[in-house]
């Protein structure tokens, strides 16, 4: 297996031991086992790493070095989503399905939105964290009020918490983290609440 999976592993762990935010969501699991990964390039994937939008942290440049050999993710494939959404939207796993270690305790993914990217509603049995690593995006939660989080900044959405996020004149790339619920995947929501 690759380096970047090791070297992205560990500054997942450091972020874990200098976040609270990530630290209090889960603790990093101590379960984790390698798995193959089938990279599985998306237009998205291209545009997080050509994207001159942001300044990434530590743990976010390791995602983009992982980029070329990651299994990125088209969740909304066969919906009625739009093609925009599916060229411009990327998700790609570090821990959990897909991704390049697995856990019982926590799922691991990364998030890019470009510019100008409307993540419609949708919700998931699992709990949820958004860490921004760089960028912003306007963050919406079901019975709450919308947030618009930089870089440091997280949202957590409870188990079926109907939940969406768009982005404006900044991209957005986020650290995201699942417990509890793994085997659904997200669908969209009919309703915004």
């Not at 990964?37 to 942290?57: C, Q, S, W, Y």
């Not at 079901?142 to 996020?165: C, I, T, Y």
Request: charged share 20%; net charge negative.
């Amino acid at each position: 297996m690759s380096d970047v999976w090791t070297t992205l592993l560990d500054e997942a762990r450091a972020a874990h031991a200098i976040h609270p935010a990530l630290r209090d969501f889960c603790p990093f699991p101590d379960d984790l086992t390698r798995q193959e990964v089938t990279p599985h390039h998306i237009n998205a994937a291209r545009l997080m790493e050509a994207e001159k939008g942001f300044t990434p942290d530590a743990l976010g440049r390791a995602f983009i070095a992982a980029s070329p050999q990651a299994h990125w993710r088209e969740t909304y494939k066969g919906t009625d989503i739009g093609q925009d959404f599916l060229d411009r939207f990327g998700c790609y796993c570090l821990i959990g399905t897909g991704g390049a270690y697995r856990s019982d305790q926590m799922a691991a993914y990364v998030v890019y939105m470009p510019p100008g990217l409307h993540y419609p509603w949708h919700h998931h049995p699992a709990e949820e964290l958004y860490f921004v690593l760089a960028g912003e995006a306007r963050f919406m939660r079901g019975g709450e009020p919308d947030e618009v989080l930089r870089a440091g900044d997280s949202s957590f959405h409870a188990s079926n918490q109907p939940h969406g996020m768009e982005t404006g004149d900044h991209p957005v790339l986020a650290y995201v983290l699942w417990r509890n619920g793994f085997a659904t995947p997200p669908v969209l929501t009919e309703d915004d609440e």
